[in-house]
C-alpha cells in the first residue's frame, strides 16, 4: 500500500554520497507536510551511533523519522585467526509508541516507497523504542546476515 508520498531528489544523492562515496556516515529523513520524503540531517563519517540516534529522535517524543546508517564492525570467518572491518548499511522506521497513531499509519505506508528508492539497502528495522534502536540490537540483526 502506498501513501502517495514522493521521494525529493536530494535523498537519492545522499544515499549515494553514504553508499558510494562514503562522504557521510547517516543520514535522517523525515516526511515533510505529508507530500515527501526528505532529508533532515546528516553526518560526517567520524559521527558516532549515538549522534545517529541523537538526530533520529530530536523530532521529539511523538515524532517519527527514517534513518540510514552505514554501519561498521569486526567479522571473524570461521577457520581464520584475523577479523575483517565489515560495512553494511541499513535503514530504520523509527515511529515511537507515543506518536500519533495517523503519523505512524503514514510512515509506515511510506516506508516501501523508500526502501524501493534505496537500492543496496542490506537491513531495514522497525523501532519503536530506545532499545530496539540501540547499537548493540542492530548489529545483533546485521550479523544474523553474516556468512560464518
Not at 553508499?19 to 567520524?46: A, H, L, P, Q, W
Not at 546508517?69 to 530504520?92: N, V
Request: glycine share 6%.
Amino acid at each position: 500500500m502506498s501513501s502517495g508520498v514522493a521521494i525529493a531528489d536530494d535523498c537519492k544523492s545522499i544515499f549515494e554520497d553514504i553508499k558510494k562515496n562514503k562522504t557521510y556516515r547517516y543520514c535522517v529523513f523525515y516526511i515533510k507536510e505529508e507530500k515527501s520524503i526528505t532529508v533532515e540531517s546528516k553526518g560526517d563519517r567520524d559521527s558516532s551511533y549515538e549522534d545517529f540516534l541523537h538526530d533520529l529522535q530530536s523530532g521529539g517524543d511523538g515524532e517519527c523519522r527514517y534513518g540510514l546508517y552505514d554501519f561498521e564492525y569486526e567479522h571473524q570467518c570461521q577457520g581464520t585467526a584475523e577479523s575483517s572491518k565489515k560495512q553494511k548499511l541499513f535503514l530504520m522506521s523509527w515511529c515511537p509508541d507515543s506518536a500519533k497513531i495517523k503519523k505512524k499509519m503514514l510512515y509506515a505506508s511510506s516506508f516501501e516507497t523508500l526502501k524501493k528508492s534505496l537500492v543496496g539497502v542490506h537491513k531495514y528495522i522497525q523501532a519503536t523504542d530506545a532499545s530496539e534502536a540501540s547499537a548493540s540490537e542492530v548489529e545483533k540483526q546485521l550479523r544474523s546476515t553474516d556468512r560464518v
